[in-house]
């Protein structure tokens, strides 16, 4: 079964940067493309970045120009660089997967309940 193992997130100042990574475990023969999400507690999840198989990039507004997805070197890791944080942008951030054993699949666009797996989350606090 297919997993997704976060880590990188931690507690910086305003103005740091952090880098988050999302591996694919057990990835099979299926091609995948990544969502990023955050979430503060009492608040709805929210979509911050997403990147297809081929490197397409999509951002929230919010996080345009800060933050970066990418795919690593290895097909299994990619990651989500952010710079230039903000006490907003504390949350629990969550890495998502799309697969598909035919073709690439397509995230930007693509809904939260349209991801199949889910990473356990990693923590991200920005203080003032």
């Known amino acids: 079964q297919v997993q997704l193992v976060e880590s990188g997130g931690g507690s910086v100042q305003a103005g740091g940067s952090l880098r988050l990574s999302c591996s694919i475990v057990?990835?099979?023969?299926?091609?995948?493309?990544l969502g990023w999400f955050r979430q503060v507690p009492g608040k709805e999840r929210e979509g911050v970045a997403t990147?297809?198989?081929?490197?397409?990039?999509t951002y929230v507004e919010s996080v345009q120009g800060r933050f970066t997805a990418s795919k690593g070197n290895a097909k299994d890791t990619w990651y989500l660089d952010m710079n230039g944080l903000k006490p907003e942008d504390t949350a629990m951030y969550f890495c998502?997967?799309?697969?598909?054993?035919?073709?690439?699949?397509?995230?930007?666009?693509?809904?939260?309940?349209?991801?199949?797996?889910w990473g356990q989350g990693t923590q991200v606090t920005v203080s003032s």
């Open positions: 998502a997967a799309r697969m598909a054993l035919l073709g690439r699949p397509i995230c930007r666009g693509k809904q939260q309940h349209d991801f199949g797996t």
């Open positions: 057990k990835r099979g023969s299926h091609a995948y493309c």
């Open positions: 990147i297809d198989n081929d490197g397409t990039t």
